[in-house]
């Protein structure tokens, strides 16, 4: 079983900042400026954010970017981040290389946009899809909140340190 990799995916099936690639360079400006509304904030809108960063800046830059505008952007809505709430670093790095993994391993003659489009398919309605990877409740692991904690099993590109 594969990933559907065609340059025409259904516009229908996308979110609308996956339509067109100016849909989603409006939709990463309004991430940056945490001006973003709160009910277009879903998992797959993570997923869609990360896949267009790396892209662009790398896995490296990338995440830098999302572990300075996460927080912002929770407070923006109001929400704080605290060991026990909001920002989750763990999460962040285990979905940015996952996403990085994927997108490396497809077309480059695919466009932006439809990588990202299939990033989100592929992974946007797998939320909690760490718990193949780590055992207990990575989402209530307070040390896990606040920097990179491995996974307790997986590959190698999972498993570094960062």
């Known amino acids: 079983m594969g990933i559907r990799v065609e340059s025409d995916l259904d516009s229908a099936l996308r979110e609308k900042w996956l339509r067109h690639e100016t849909?989603?360079?409006?939709?990463?400006?309004?991430?940056?400026?945490?001006?973003?509304?709160?009910?277009?904030?879903?998992?797959?809108?993570?997923?869609?954010?990360?896949?267009?960063?790396?892209?662009?800046?790398?896995?490296d830059e990338a995440l830098r970017v999302l572990r300075a505008t996460i927080p912002r952007l929770n407070e923006s809505y109001g929400g704080v981040n605290t060991p026990t709430s909001g920002y989750h670093d763990t999460l962040t790095v285990f979905w940015v290389r996952l996403v990085a993994t994927l997108l490396s391993r497809l077309p480059q003659q695919l466009s932006h946009v439809d990588r990202v489009a299939i990033a989100v398919e592929a992974y946007g309605d797998l939320r909690r899809a760490d718990r193949a990877f780590y055992e207990g409740d990575l989402m209530h692991h307070e040390e896990a909140r606040t920097r990179w904690v491995p996974p307790s099993r997986g590959p190698s590109w999972l498993m570094g340190t960062r």
């Open 23 to 59: 849909d989603l360079e409006s939709f990463i400006r309004q991430f940056r400026a945490c001006t973003l509304p709160q009910r277009e904030w879903t998992h797959r809108a993570h997923v869609g954010v990360a896949a267009a960063l790396i892209l662009s800046l790398g896995s």
